[in-house]
């Protein structure tokens, strides 16, 4: 591979000149695509401008991502409204093979709660050159191998995708050998190396050749390999397998150790000369087969983990060879079958843990992402939540679901909520997994304060000195904080011509009623009072009640 030294210095002016970002907004969604390699901080996005949103909503509504990788390779300014690199990103380790290359987040916005749905996708840029497992390729061919013979070259590794990834091989001109290129059913190319003219091991033992592999890059990269050929006495016919393809499958749990195909070649030389072992071929640098092959007896061995999410199939190439060096060739294709060994993962995308108590049947409570790695019915999943509970669970986007309120909530009759979430999947047996999260409910003033008494009553001696109490009023109010402070006042009506108030007093925070002067009962024998209890909350609530107050005689006056 290229010393890419100064790799990350070119790939970030290179992509700043050439960073094209792609937009295509349906329903809340957006699509941009970049190249791979930018460094933090570089622009990738107005989704402000392009989900036609104002920039104070984004911060007004908290905007967040919501990413299911554990790498944040993007983040989000919300004073512009512009996604940006927060790490650099390696296509290679992300996506391997795979393309296109993306992935996808979401865009969570609360009060009210929207969801917008964005891919990026990740376009290649050619930072790796191709490379030969091996630095010399060694062959041993026969003085009696027909022209047209065919010999299987090792191949060479790229990374890189599309027109960045290996695209031809080249041999150095000579006297006897030409280069066949082929493409395999998944796009990799390979070569072989044919025999043009007949090989004399009495005037040319060992012959020197150059294999050199190149991508289609703009700078192309290349890399080479050297092949050494041994010229060696008679071998006249090649292995062959019994079949051009193999094909096995094997359960993603099965036990290390398990032999999970066999494959077997035959050559028609006699003794020594049809003796045949067996290998893998084609296999790239970093490469962690999991599979390995018993060269004598073609039987083939897990040896390492598998894993249906991880790769679901693997192509081996498969090369029987004799003892001159003569090979025949074949394939294994094996498909690993998926079985339920992930359990769903729930994870609450936006939740305040708050709802007031006079939210409408349907309010959303909260965003939740369920997911499962596995594939079919063992990664589909049902998401609910306990019985008897006012609250349901909605489908929502992809794999997500929306907890929404069913019935009224009255805090005065039940102020928290356990809420278990339950996931789970298909499978067979099906796998869960629970989360509970608790939900306080919020206090409105719904309830006006309630005297302990419809009416009071209570007496004192005439001739009473002024500031006496006479008695303590109590009312009650259900709900919460401030709408639940009560305050007192004497409602001002009118006693002999004047205001009640000249007459009596009540402490706003205690209830207590006390005579500001002294009584004659003479002069009057009762007293109605009207008070009003009235609560904190905006707007207040009150209740009123009556008191009444009876001055009871003294022998103060002589006949």
Known sequence: MDNLKNKGTALDLGLSILLCCVVAAVSGQIRYSIPEEMRKGLFVGDVAKDLGLDVRRLVS????????DDNQYVALNQNKGHIVVNERIDREKLCAKKSPCSFSLEIVLEDPLELFSITIEIQDVNDHAPAFLKKEIHLEISESTPTGTVFLLDSAADPDVGINSLQSYSLKANEHFVLKQHTRTDGSKYAEMMLQSGLDREKQSEHTLILTAVDGGEPQRSGTVRIHVSVLDANDNAPVFTQSVYKASVLENVLRGTVVARVSAVDADQGYNGNVTYSFTHLEEDSSCPFEINSYTGEIKLTGAIDYEVSPNYELNL????????????????????????????????????????????TVVGLISVQDKDSGKNGQVHLTIDENLPFKIKSSLRNYYTLVTEQNLDREKRSKYNI???????????????????????????????????????????NNPPGVALLQIHASDPDQGQNARISYFLIDDEVNGNPTSMY???????????????LDYEQRKEYKIRVKAQDGGSPPQSSNTSVTVRVL???DNPP
């Open 504 to 518: 009596f007093s009540i402490n706003t925070e205690s209830g207590i009623i006390q005579s500001l002067r002294s």
């Open 319 to 362: 090369q029987a060879k004799d003892p001159w060096g003569v090979a025949g060739a074949s394939k294994l294709i094996i498909e690993i079958v998926d079985v339920n060994d992930n359990s769903p993962v729930i994870t609450m995308a936006s939740f305040s843990g708050k709802i007031s108590e006079d939210s409408p049947p349907g």
């Open 420 to 462: 278990t979430l339950t996931a789970t999947d298909e499978g067979v047996p099906a796998l869960s997994s629970r989360k509970a999260v608790g939900l306080e409910v919020t206090d409105i003033n719904d309830n006006a304060p309630a005297f302990n008494q419809s009416v009071y009553y209570t007496q004192v001696m005439e």
């Open 553 to 555: 005689d003294q022998n």
């Open 61 to 68: 509504g908290r905007a967040r991502l919501v990413i299911d």
